[in-house]
């Protein structure tokens, strides 16, 4: 990188969770169905992400927990490794369930496979209503005009995919972007430093998919704190 581009200014870490919040107040409003909130929890398990694996599986527990005002949160952990090893958990309904589902994978080895992540999605809500998709990733090595295409279907059949990057991989961040503005969802990076911020902003995302943006503003109400800072950010 030049020295001129090494100077550009880039937007502070408080500015890219703002407009996180403003792409998920404009998200599509789940469905009404009743019963339990749906999520897909999708992971990038290979090696690069080994590292943050365990911090992963400590901030996941907040999302069954906001959302329990709300008659509860159903969630599917999908996660890809290794040699095109890509799976997807039954759906489990308690943070114990998905912790020890978490703890029971390793990382290994291997190129992306998010096409097959974005088509689970896909194939999942067409059976039963799906509220959002989340993906946790550091690197992108697919086609990204598939990828686009599957998070183009993903938008119109109301899933937005909310995407938290690790890391500063550019080609990454260009194809993750791409996912979630035409899924109508949000991007944003995150690194160990903003751990804590990913779990309040997985918490947000779970009461979202389980009861839309006025469940996310009670659920801020009630909580205060960080959520409700979330949440006035969103009004605002």
Known sequence: MSDDK??????SHDAKVDAFLRDLQRAPAPLPGGGHGRLIFALDATASREPTWDRACHIQGEMFEATAALGGLDVKLVYYRGFNECKASRWLTSAAELHRAMRAVSCLGGHTQLERVLAHA??????QRVGALVFVGDAMEEEVDRLCQLAGELGLNGVPVFVFHEGRDPAAARAFQQIAKLSRGAYLRFDLASA?????LLAAVAVYAAGGYRALEAYGDRKGGEALRLTAQLRG
Request: hydrophobic residues 30%.
């Open 6 to 11: 090494s100077r550009l200014a880039t937007p």
């Open 122 to 127: 896909l194939a999942e809500t067409k059976r």
């Open 196 to 200: 804590e911020r990913l779990k309040d």
